[in-house]
């Protein structure tokens, strides 16, 4: 009995604070918009032209995501993947950090929909 009632108790507390949890904001460009320019920016420019203050210091230079010839040749999932997992995980620049223990999946998927604001492209 004394097991039972522990079992509904848990069960009772766990629906209560799925119910009470925050809600997760859907990611939007919005939001890409505000962790770009905090974290990506210094790299890769407040317009994203890969023009940042450290940029001169970088070799490769970092990408220009406003080129939307380059952009458009990349999927969603390239750039979230890039974002993840720094430009090591898909052979490009060493220097591009990864960002997958710091940024929810949210924050990551609002920053590929403000590089596509950047570019004005779609990907593949």
Same mark, same amino acid.
């Given at each position: =009995?004394?097991?039972?009632? @522990?079992?509904?108790?848990? +069960?009772?507390?766990?629906? $209560? #604070?799925? *119910?009470?949890?925050?809600? !997760?904001?859907?990611?939007?460009?919005? &939001?890409?918009? !505000?962790?770009?320019?905090?974290? #990506?920016?210094?790299?890769?420019?407040?317009?994203?032209?890969?023009?940042?203050?450290? &940029?001169?210091? *970088?070799?490769?230079?970092?990408?220009?995501?406003?080129?939307?010839? =380059? $952009?458009?040749?990349?999927?969603?999932?390239?750039?979230?993947? +890039?974002?993840?997992?720094?430009?090591?995980?898909?052979? !490009?620049?060493? *220097? =591009?950090?990864?960002?997958?223990?710091?940024?929810?999946?949210?924050? @990551?998927?609002?920053?590929?929909?403000?590089?596509?604001?950047?570019?004005?492209?779609?990907?593949?």
């Amino acid at each position: =009995m004394k097991n039972t009632v @522990i079992f509904f108790a848990a +069960v009772v507390f766990t629906a $209560m #604070c799925a *119910l009470y949890a925050p809600a !997760k904001e859907k990611p939007s460009p919005a &939001a890409g918009e !505000k962790l770009y320019r905090r974290y #990506c920016s210094p790299c890769h420019g407040d317009r994203g032209d890969g023009r940042g203050f450290n &940029a001169e210091n *970088l070799d490769p230079r970092p990408a220009n995501h406003t080129d939307a010839e =380059m $952009m458009s040749r990349r999927t969603d999932r390239d750039l979230y993947d +890039v974002i993840y997992g720094g430009g090591r995980s898909v052979g !490009k620049s060493t *220097l =591009m950090p990864p960002w997958g223990r710091n940024f929810s999946r949210q924050e @990551i998927e609002s920053l590929v929909l403000y590089l596509r604001t950047l570019c004005g492209c779609r990907g593949l």
